[in-house]
């Protein structure tokens, strides 16, 4: 066992839209204060829901940090389950941000694959956390929604080479509090980085975060 820290970065989003209080940031910052045990540097961070502002954050967090796995957290207006996400989208970014501005391209990477996966098995994730008996549901998806958080997701997936993960949290109180969704958060991630450390492992053998499957789309 190696006894050097293990750097994880945890993002949460300003408000946006009807969301005057962004439910992610709550909880990252709820995740901050319960923190993820001895052996781990947590580095908490703000996003802006702005696209540019994105592209030039993402990767001087990356680069300064070297974290060994960079999760983020959004809010979903239809979510009522703390949602993991299995990849992110490089196309299809047509709404526009807290700037009023959109990509002209509604591209995300110009030359990117269509969809990056994860590294984590969120599947494997969700099964942990829910069996172990939390009080907060967890589910998985494959559509982070073509906005800032799908945006967000891909750009980090590209730049960590899959050892990013997504989380949507629904809004407060629907139905749970923020408290709730720190100690939800924490779970997730403590299995996450337990995942991130196998795949690591096993990196030297083969490279597997690109995706193959065919993504449904689905109204956001």
Known sequence: ?????RTVIVTGFEPFGDHTVNASWVAVQ?????????????????????YQAVQSLLPLLWK???PQLVVHVGVSGIATTVTLEKCGHN????????????????????????CIDSVIDMDLVCKRVNSSRLGVAVSVSKDAGRYLCDYTYYT????????????????????YSAQD?????????????????????????????????QHHQHAH
């Open 64 to 66: 300064q940090h070297q």
């Open 156 to 175: 980090s997936l590209y730049l960590g080479k899959g050892r990013s993960a997504f989380v949507h949290v629904p809004p407060l109180e629907k139905p």
């Open 91 to 114: 196309h299809g970014y047509k709404r526009v941000d807290n700037c009023s501005f959109c990509p002209d391209s509604q591209c995300c990477m110009d030359g990117g694959p269509d």
């Open 181 to 213: 969704l720190g100690r939800a958060l924490q779970a997730v991630v403590g299995e996450m980085l337990e995942l991130v450390g196998q795949a690591e492992d096993d990196d030297h053998h083969h490279d597997h975060h690109h995706c193959s499957h």
């Open 1 to 5: 066992m190696m006894s050097t820290k």
């Open 30 to 50: 709820e995740l901050e204060r319960l923190g993820l045990g001895q052996s781990v540097d947590l580095y908490v961070c703000e996003v802006p829901v702005e």
